[in-house]
Structures are given as C-alpha cells and as structure tokens.
C-alpha cells in the first residue's frame, strides 16, 4: 500500500511539474527602437550599444528587441522613420547623432528618448539644460568646449607656419554651427584665418575641395558628420590628391587615411547609452537623468599619410598620440 502511494505522489509530482513550468510569467521583452541618420542594420556602433545592454542583463533576442530604422544619409526621412518607431509603441528611441534625435523628439513627448553622439543638446532644443534636460530627452553629448581648439592647436603644431585653414562642415546638422564657431574664436587666438566650406552630402565633395584650392587653404579641419563619416575613404582621397593635412574628430577617418582626429571615442559614447536605458527601464524618467558630455578624448595620427604629404610629426606630438597608424 505504502509503494502504491509512493507510485501515485510521483506520477503526480511529474504532471504538476511541466504545469507549473508553463505557469511561470514568461520574461518581459523590451522593445527598443534605432533611429540612425546612416545604415539601418548592424554595425560597431550598434555592436557597442548591444554590449552595454549586455552588461546590464539584456540580450537580444531574450529580453531585448531592437527595431532599427536608418535615412542612408537623407535627412529628409527621418520624420518619418521616427515617425513609424512611435507607431510600434516602442519602449525606449536610442538616436544616433543630432538629426535623428530632433526628429525623434519631434514624432514623441511621451516615449523616452536617449540620445547619443549629439553636438550641441540644449542649442539644438533637445533639451532644457545638461543638468536639468526636462520633457523626454537625455543621454549623451560628445561636444566639448574646448575640443575644436584643441584640434586646431595639434594643426598649428604639425604645421607651425600655417595661416589658413579650410573647415568643412554640413550646415543640415543644426549641432554643427556651434562647432564652427567656437572654430573661430580658437582660430583668431591661434592667428589663423578659416574659410568656411558648406557641403550636404558627398554629391558636393569635389565643389568644396576646388574651392578649397582656389582660396589657398593649408590644412583641412572637418567638423564631425555622420554623413562625412559614411564616406571618409572619398574625404582621405580628395585631400591627398588636393595636398591638404586634416583633423578629424573621430578614429575612422584616420583609419581611412585622414592625417589625424582628436575627440571622443564615438564606441564609448553609444556604449554609455545602453546606462540610460536601463535606468529608464527601471522607472527613472529620462528629465531627471542629465545629460553627460565626454571626459576622455583619444589622439589618433596617421604616419603613412604624414609621409605621402611630406610632413614630419613633431616628437613632441607623437607622444602624445593614444595611436599611431603606421
């Protein structure tokens, strides 16, 4: 009698097992969209956000989905592409750079925001202040008071003797007037005169070297885009052909040929993000998290690229390089 009791809990013990398995609240998946103002599918940047969700306890595929939207570099799709990440009522918009962080605030006051790689914030109106940001918006910053400077100094010091420095920028990312006038202020500080270059995209490359040549620039300083960044090999090569040393502000242009970038590491900065997510997942609202700017920044020369344009690196410089590309 005793076995048959036995025999009975156990068979049981089994049926209510696997019920009590499927009883279990299955794990909640967040929903996280990409709004881009380049590629819409997987690269290092999106790698990088996805390992600092990791580190956290999000995985994609398990707890974590990611719908990615990206304008291929056409500005003009991004309301829309912002506009249909609100429509799949998304938990959290990551944006990657200023274009697509205004569109994003522009199709939501409701669904939180986390910017990243964004110039000028508060000028761009995506926020109240770095402190205090209000509405729906935080996350990161990559611009620095004094990095523009900064950059202008390591020319002046490759090129002692130079009196023009042609800037190129984009004036449809409305962060890059910030850039280009703090420009001016480190450039009459130095004794160098800027020709400023306007260019939207890669269509008009040639027109801006050419007049880059006809107003006799010695060295090319390149505010930041992510529309440049998309075709920095093009960049690297007019410049070569056109004789100019440039200063970047992120590793990828060097690597493609530019002579050197001084800024944030842009990894670090997307990396930091998935820290805002996670506090937004956890309740906090994105006005009472402020905004970070970057606090550590990378020096990145390129020596193959010195020697093609005959310049010669001061020692002093090179030391100071957190890479050289040889």
């Known amino acids: 009698?005793?076995?048959?009791?036995?025999?009975?809990?156990l068979a049981l013990g089994l049926?209510?097992?696997?019920l009590a398995a499927v009883a279990q609240p299955p794990t909640h998946v967040h929903r996280i969209g990409v709004l881009r103002d380049t590629t819409p599918g997987r690269d290092p940047y999106v790698g990088a956000f996805l390992e600092g969700m990791r580190a956290l306890g999000y995985v994609e595929g398990q707890n974590l989905v990611l719908g990615y939207r990206g304008a291929e570099g056409q500005y003009e799709r991004l309301p829309d592409l912002a506009a249909e990440l609100v429509r799949l009522k998304v938990d959290v918009i990551v944006t990657y750079g200023t274009p697509p962080s205004v569109a994003a605030k522009?199709?939501?006051?409701?669904i939180p925001i986390v910017m990243t790689i964004v110039g000028d914030p508060v000028g761009s109106g995506l926020v109240a202040s770095l402190a205090r940001p209000g509405g729906n918006?935080?996350?990161?910053?990559?611009f620095a008071p004094d990095l523009v400077g900064k950059q202008l100094e390591f020319?002046?010091?490759?090129?002692?003797t130079i009196s023009r420095v042609a800037i190129l920028w984009n004036p449809a990312n409305p962060s890059n007037a910030l850039n280009v006038r703090a420009a001016e202020v480190a450039a009459q500080a130095l004794g160098v005169q800027l020709?400023?270059?306007?260019t939207r995209g890669p269509e008009a490359f040639d027109r801006a070297f050419a007049a880059m040549t006809r107003a006799h620039a010695g060295a090319l300083l390149v505010i930041g885009d992510r529309v440049f960044l998309q075709r920095s090999s093009r960049l690297a090569e007019l410049a070569a052909m056109s004789h100019l040393p440039t200063m970047h502000n992120a590793r990828p242009y060097v690597e493609a040929g530019g002579l050197m970038s001084y800024?944030?590491?842009?990894?670090?900065?997307?990396?930091?993000?998935?820290?805002?997510v996670d506090r937004i997942l956890q309740g906090t609202k994105p006005a009472d998290l402020p905004v970070e700017q970057p606090s550590t920044f990378e020096l990145v020369i390129n020596l193959k690229t010195a020697q093609a344009l005959g310049l010669t690196i001061p020692p002093t410089l090179l030391f100071q390089a957190d890479e050289i590309i040889r």
Request: charged fraction near 15%.
């Open 1 to 9: 009698m005793k076995m048959l009791v036995l025999l009975v809990t």
């Open 15 to 18: 049926l209510v097992a696997p």
């Open 106 to 110: 522009q199709a939501t006051t409701t």
């Open 137 to 142: 918006v935080t996350g990161v910053s990559s």
């Open 155 to 160: 020319l002046k010091e490759v090129l002692p």
């Open 195 to 198: 020709h400023r270059v306007e």
């Open 263 to 276: 800024g944030p590491n842009p990894l670090d900065l997307i990396r930091r993000a998935a820290y805002y």
